[in-house]
T-cell receptor
Framework: NAGVMQNPRHLVRRRGQEARLRCSPMKGHSHVYWYRQLPEEGLKFMVYLQKENIIDESGMPKERFSAEFPKEGPSILRIQQVVRGDSAAYFC??????????????FGDGTRLSIL | TQLLEQSPQFLSIQEGENLTVYCNSSSVFSSLQWYRQEPGEGPVLLVTVVTGGEVKKLKRLTFQFGDARKDSSLHITAAQPGDTGLYLCAGAGNYGQNFVFGPGTRLSVLP
């Protein structure tokens, strides 16, 4: 009965490198959401994907950030040329249907990204 | 842009006390969810409220959705140290595809 799995749990990168964060949704869930959380703050929506499609990317910076959810395999959040300000906890959530159905989101335990 | 405010930001109480935390907005939400998050972990869903005026109970926790679907409250009776955590509310807009999260209330229950 695996929940949402995120890896790695901790990721350290130097400025200018690339960071790839992975999220495997719960079995049967085809909707994935990525959020970013800074210390002592709530979660900020980044992007909502359904298998092979980006539904809403309004919260994701236009440059350096990209996300995908391929037909096979986990969802990937990629950050290119990382800067210190990218340091945060990144959470992934999944649901069996989209938000319009008031479906609960199930969260993973996050990836903590630290930029040196 | 839909925004959610939560109050208080921090709350420290003794075991056995009652408390209420609030989630407010000037916008109408089609539904609202409450989550609890512990350090180093992801948020865990506590409840979803959908209908204006709805009240839901989960053991010692009582959730209420405002009549106008702009605000919500969480009341905890006889708080226990295990209730310690960050309580987040999240609203789904009528037309949006994503959830908006409030900044959270950080609750500490002392034994």
């Amino acid at each position: 009965n695996a929940g949402v799995m995120q890896n790695p749990r901790h990721l350290v990168r130097r400025r200018g490198q690339e960071a790839r964060l992975r999220c495997s949704p719960m079995k049967g869930h085809s909707h994935v959401y990525w959020y970013r959380q800074l210390p002592e703050e709530g979660l900020k929506f980044m992007v909502y994907l359904q298998k092979e499609n980006i539904i809403d990317e309004s919260g994701m910076p236009k440059e350096r950030f990209s996300a995908e959810f391929p037909k096979e395999g986990p969802s990937i959040l990629r950050i290119q040329q990382v800067v210190r300000g990218d340091s945060a906890a990144y959470f992934c959530a999944s649901s069996p249907q989209g938000i319009g159905g008031n479906q609960p989101q199930h969260f993973g335990d996050g990836t903590r990204l630290s930029i040196l | 842009t839909q925004l959610l405010e939560q109050s208080p930001q921090f709350l420290s109480i003794q075991e056995g006390e009652n408390l209420t935390v609030y989630c407010n907005s000037s916008s109408v939400f089609s539904s609202l969810q409450w989550y609890r998050q512990e350090p180093g972990e992801g948020p865990v869903l506590l409840v979803t409220v959908v209908t204006g005026g709805e009240v839901k109970k989960l053991k010692r926790l009582t959730f209420q959705f405002g009549d106008a679907r702009k605000d919500s409250s969480l009341h905890i009776t006889a708080a226990q140290p295990g209730d310690t955590g960050l309580y987040l509310c999240a609203g789904a807009g009528n037309y949006g595809q994503n959830f908006v999260f409030g900044p959270g209330t950080r609750l500490s229950v002392l034994p």
